[in-house]
């Protein structure tokens, strides 16, 4: 017969709150992750300092990333040679996928020769880019604010295993709380 007094409460109670302990943690590490914007790649869909959730199943499932998806992954190699910590993680919008010919004409944003419309950002680019056709396992992903963001066109595609997750919903601050939406007002593409 099991003791029924306060110490076998207590204990009941440490076991339930371990548990809902192991079950968040276990959320926090395979399906939903909470991350900040530190830079201003991604002006001005996303600001500094927004608090954001990354989507972790559907790098897993070997889903596609769907043009205008914005990802958060891991920095490519060409990166970690150049002092980017490995274990950091970068955001970005993805443009293109395995197969696509991609350049950047007269600040505008091609892929298989035609425009890209939305092409997400807020001006025109003021660099040309390309051709390059992205090669199979990889994205193209260029920042927002693509004058000023450090993306696929200064270190190439972006192998698809780097991908952590899609941000999907920014939780602050609470005046922009909602779906995270491109510059026209859509939501980006596939998330």
Same mark, same amino acid.
């Given at each position: 017969?099991?003791?029924?007094?306060?110490?076998?409460?207590?204990?009941?109670?440490?076991?339930?709150?371990?548990?809902?302990?192991?079950?968040?943690?276990?959320?926090?590490?395979?399906?939903?992750?909470?991350?900040?914007?530190?830079?201003?790649?991604?002006?001005?869909?996303?600001?500094?300092?927004?608090?954001?959730?990354?989507?972790?199943?559907?790098?897993?499932?070997?889903?596609?990333?769907?043009?205008?998806?914005?990802? %958060?992954?891991? &920095? *490519?190699?060409? @990166?970690?040679?150049? $002092?980017? #910590?490995?274990?950091?993680? =970068?955001?970005?919008? !993805?443009?293109?996928?395995?197969?696509?010919?991609?350049?950047?004409?007269?600040?505008?944003?091609?892929?298989?020769?035609?425009?890209?419309?939305?092409?997400?950002?807020?001006?025109?680019?003021?660099?040309?880019?390309?051709? %390059?056709?992205? &090669? *199979?396992?990889? @994205?193209?992903?260029? $920042?927002? #604010?693509?004058?000023?963001? =450090?993306?696929?066109? !200064?270190?190439?595609?972006?192998?698809?295993?780097?991908?952590?997750?899609?941000?999907?919903?920014?939780?602050?601050?609470?005046?922009?709380?909602?779906?995270?939406?491109?510059?026209?007002?859509?939501?980006?593409?596939?998330?």
């Amino acid at each position: 017969m099991l003791a029924s007094g306060p110490t076998n409460g207590l204990r009941s109670q440490l076991l339930s709150l371990l548990l809902w302990l192991m079950v968040a943690l276990l959320l926090r590490w395979l399906v939903v992750e909470p991350r900040w914007i530190p830079s201003g790649s991604m002006l001005p869909t996303l600001q500094l300092q927004d608090r954001i959730l990354v989507e972790k199943v559907r790098p897993h499932l070997g889903r596609n990333f769907k043009p205008g998806t914005v990802v %958060v992954f891991h &920095p *490519p190699a060409r @990166l970690v040679e150049a $002092g980017y #910590n490995p274990s950091s993680a =970068l955001i970005k919008r !993805v443009v293109a996928g395995p197969g696509d010919r991609v350049e950047i004409l007269g600040g505008r944003l091609l892929r298989n020769g035609v425009r890209v419309e939305p092409d997400w950002s807020a001006e025109a680019m003021d660099y040309e880019f390309g051709p %390059v056709v992205v &090669p *199979p396992g990889h @994205l193209l992903v260029l $920042g927002d #604010n693509r004058n000023a963001s =450090l993306d696929s066109h !200064v270190w190439g595609p972006l192998p698809r295993q780097e991908v952590i997750g899609t941000a999907f919903w920014r939780y602050w601050p609470l005046q922009r709380f909602g779906p995270i939406r491109s510059p026209s007002g859509e939501p980006p593409g596939g998330v």
